[in-house]
């Protein structure tokens, strides 16, 4: 594939089109493109986050979004003038939250009128190639820093790590859309390596000029089908996802006449006329060694950050002490024996240990309730708290005071059983359990086969 704007050969500009000129519509398109793709990625804090490398793990989360932040009071001001909605962000990981939306709006309100006021400033310029050498460079390292990033939680399953143990005990109706593709795609870690793989290719190959329109080609493919599942399971990063999908047609959009000669009516296509901002060779080898140490740098912070996150919260993270599911077989409260009765609130059916620091406890009706966990293995004891759910690392909004729930002794006559003895909201509990064995659950024991006589429901 050559060099975007360059003869292959000669390494010289063989575009002649600056002579012509645009005409009116396309340099109209442009200075829209300038305008709204430039604020678009620089008001998202992921886009720009990913170039800090590895020193944005040392930065505050509030660092990078300071554009943000700043225009915060606009975005507010016009949900509730034109919009009559509260537009706040929540700080929750959902990137279509109505903040998003009417920040989206104003983007392209912005763009709309920098482009009239350009168009009626700037009249007799025949084009802006120059310009848009450089604009094409910032979207392809922005789409390219944004597929490294997604791809690297994929290809270290952090982004979507296995069925967390309460899930397996969870009925499936009670799951969401976007649970059901979660833990679709994290049971099949090897799926989610591979998904990682396509979208890393494809960021890569956004670094190289050389190679730049097959990953403009793949990351198009990729981002189509993450907008389709996004769209259809109703994971909260629409926008998002939408947005790098259009970053991909406009790379591709100088290349359509060629693409369409070589993929379509089979003609040997012409010389690529897609401006770029370097002319002379040597400012190409610069400009190219500078990129590719750009996605060596941005690489390596996303894979180290990924592979701290599938220590510590994925699926690599470490087993806390009593790992499992533990069956209640008997519960005793105030010295009495409680009978397993559906209606009964107050008696356990299991209890989970799957993440360090906290533990579930299932309720008769199935309810799965969080507590946060201190043990201390030497002593027997275990202490537990009010907490919101275990993966609450993926929220961001600040979690309520932990309030006092229990505390116990613990004792172990078997690997696989389990007594409790101390003090549970306020009355003395007695708790014998036994464990049951996870891998019995088909979802973990079904495995590949090359050969299925009966295929599984």
Same mark, same amino acid.
């Given at each position: 594939?050559? *060099?975007?704007?360059?003869?292959?050969?000669?390494?010289?500009?063989?575009?002649?089109?600056?002579?012509?000129?645009?005409?009116?519509?396309?340099?109209? +398109?442009?200075?829209?493109?300038?305008?709204?793709?430039?604020?678009?990625?620089?008001?998202?804090?992921?886009? @720009?986050? *990913?170039?800090?490398?590895? $020193?944005?793990?040392?930065?505050?989360?509030?660092?990078?979004?300071?554009?943000?932040?700043?225009?915060?009071?606009?975005?507010?001001?016009?949900?509730?003038?034109?919009?009559?909605?509260?537009?706040?962000?929540?700080?929750?990981?959902?990137?279509?939250?109505? =903040?998003?939306?009417?920040?989206?709006?104003?983007?392209?309100?912005?763009?709309?009128?920098?482009?009239?006021?350009?168009?009626?400033?700037?009249?007799?310029?025949?084009?802006?190639?120059?310009?848009?050498?450089?604009?094409?460079?910032?979207?392809?390292?922005?789409?390219?820093?944004?597929?490294?990033?997604? &791809?690297?939680?994929?290809?270290? %399953?952090?982004?979507?790590?296995?069925? +967390?143990?309460?899930?397996?005990?969870?009925?499936?109706?009670?799951?969401?859309?976007?649970?059901?593709?979660?833990? /679709?795609?994290?049971?099949?870690?090897?799926?989610?390596?591979?998904?990682? !793989?396509?979208?890393?290719?494809?960021?890569?190959?956004?670094?190289?000029?050389?190679?730049?329109?097959?990953?403009?080609?793949? !990351?198009?493919?990729?981002?189509?089908?993450?907008?389709?599942?996004?769209?259809?399971?109703?994971? %909260?990063?629409?926008?998002?996802?939408?947005?790098?999908?259009?970053?991909?047609?406009?790379?591709?959009?100088?290349?359509?006449?060629?693409?369409?000669?070589?993929?379509?009516?089979?003609?040997?296509?012409?010389?690529?006329?897609?401006?770029?901002?370097?002319? @002379?060779?040597? $400012?190409?080898?610069?400009?190219?060694?500078?990129?590719?140490?750009?996605?060596?740098?941005?690489?390596?912070?996303?894979?180290?950050?990924?592979?701290?996150?599938?220590? /510590?919260?994925?699926?690599?993270?470490?087993?806390?002490?009593?790992?499992?599911?533990?069956?209640?077989?008997?519960?005793?409260?105030? &010295?009495?024996?409680?009978?397993?009765?559906?209606?009964?609130?107050?008696?356990?059916?299991?209890?989970?240990?799957?993440?360090?620091?906290?533990?579930? =406890?299932?309720?008769?009706?199935?309810?799965?309730?969080? +507590?946060?966990?201190?043990?201390?293995?030497?002593?027997?004891?275990?202490?537990?708290? @009010? !907490?919101?759910?275990?993966?609450?690392?993926?929220?961001?909004? %600040?979690?309520?005071?932990? !309030?006092?729930?229990?505390?116990?002794?613990? /004792?172990?006559?078997?690997?696989?059983?389990?007594?409790?003895?101390?003090?549970?909201? &306020?009355?003395? *509990?007695?708790? @014998?359990?036994?464990?049951?064995?996870?891998?019995?659950?088909?979802?973990?024991?079904?495995?590949?086969?090359?050969?299925?006589?009966?295929?599984?429901?």
């Amino acid at each position: 594939m050559a *060099v975007i704007g360059v003869d292959p050969e000669t390494s010289q500009d063989i575009d002649r089109s600056d002579r012509v000129g645009w005409n009116p519509f396309t340099r109209l +398109a442009f200075r829209f493109v300038f305008v709204s793709f430039g604020l678009m990625c620089l008001l998202e804090a992921q886009i @720009t986050a *990913v170039f800090l490398g590895w $020193s944005a793990e040392r930065l505050a989360h509030d660092t990078v979004d300071w554009p943000t932040r700043l225009l915060d009071p606009s975005v507010k001001w016009v949900g509730d003038h034109v919009f009559g909605v509260e537009a706040v962000d929540h700080h929750s990981g959902s990137g279509d939250q109505t =903040y998003n939306w009417v920040q989206l709006w104003c983007v392209l309100m912005v763009a709309v009128v920098a482009t009239l006021v350009w168009t009626a400033l700037d009249r007799r310029r025949p084009d802006y190639r120059r310009l848009a050498g450089w604009v094409l460079l910032f979207i392809r390292v922005c789409l390219g820093g944004q597929m490294l990033l997604y &791809g690297f939680a994929k290809l270290i %399953p952090s982004q979507m790590p296995e069925p +967390a143990l309460s899930t397996l005990l969870e009925p499936y109706g009670n799951m969401t859309s976007m649970g059901v593709l979660w833990n /679709q795609v994290g049971s099949s870690p090897s799926y989610e390596i591979l998904l990682g !793989a396509a979208e890393v290719t494809a960021g890569l190959l956004l670094f190289i000029p050389r190679t730049a329109i097959v990953g403009a080609m793949l !990351a198009l493919v990729d981002m189509a089908m993450v907008f389709v599942m996004d769209m259809n399971f109703d994971v %909260p990063v629409k926008i998002g996802s939408g947005f790098f999908m259009l970053m991909a047609l406009l790379l591709l959009a100088p290349e359509a006449k060629r693409l369409a000669e070589m993929l379509i009516l089979d003609r040997r296509p012409g010389p690529s006329t897609t401006p770029y901002p370097f002319r @002379t060779p040597r $400012s190409r080898r610069i400009a190219t060694l500078l990129q590719l140490a750009l996605a060596i740098w941005i690489a390596a912070g996303l894979a180290h950050a990924s592979w701290g996150i599938y220590q /510590q919260v994925g699926s690599g993270r470490p087993k806390p002490p009593l790992y499992g599911i533990w069956t209640v077989e008997e519960f005793t409260r105030d &010295g009495q024996s409680v009978p397993p009765l559906l209606t009964d609130e107050n008696r356990w059916q299991r209890i989970v240990f799957d993440y360090p620091g906290f533990m579930q =406890y299932q309720q008769m009706d199935g309810t799965l309730v969080p +507590a946060k966990l201190q043990i201390d293995p030497r002593s027997h004891h275990l202490q537990l708290q @009010t !907490a919101d759910a275990p993966l609450s690392f993926h929220n961001a909004q %600040p979690q309520q005071q932990p !309030a006092s729930m229990g505390d116990f002794t613990f /004792q172990q006559s078997a690997p696989d059983q389990l007594r409790l003895d101390g003090d549970f909201n &306020g009355h003395p *509990v007695t708790v @014998t359990l036994h464990r049951f064995d996870e891998n019995n659950f088909p979802l973990r024991n079904g495995g590949f086969h090359w050969v299925v006589n009966y295929p599984s429901s």
